[in-house]
């Protein structure tokens, strides 16, 4: 089962909300494809590379188009810690 934590949502929203500042059509086709690409974590829960900040295999990392989807995995659920551009570092703070 995939979850989203509160600040991935609204790191969702507002890379949406950026790319709509000039394409509509282009904010929904990246925010679909990011949600779909979450979504097949319930699947494959290791497809994404361990995240170098954190070098620990139950923290990785997806890349769609220029944009981190850093997730974790806890067993059976998997929970979207946070989505950022590539070009940020990624600190957890839990």
């Known amino acids: 089962m995939v979850k989203w934590s509160i600040p991935a949502?609204?790191?969702l929203r507002q890379i949406h909300d950026f790319?709509?500042?000039d394409?509509?059509?282009?904010?929904k086709k990246v925010t679909t494809e990011i949600i779909e690409r979450a979504e097949r974590l319930s699947l494959f829960p290791s497809m994404g590379r361990i995240v170098p900040e954190?070098?620990?295999?139950?923290?990785r990392e997806l890349i769609i188009y220029s944009y981190r989807l850093i997730y974790e995995i806890s067993g059976e659920?998997?929970?979207i810690l946070a989505l950022l551009h590539c070009k940020k570092e990624f600190h957890l703070t839990k």
């Open 9 to 11: 949502k609204n790191d």
């Open 19 to 21: 790319i709509a500042k």
């Open 23 to 27: 394409s509509k059509y282009y904010a």
């Open 54 to 59: 954190m070098n620990e295999t139950n923290i």
């Open 77 to 79: 659920e998997i929970e």
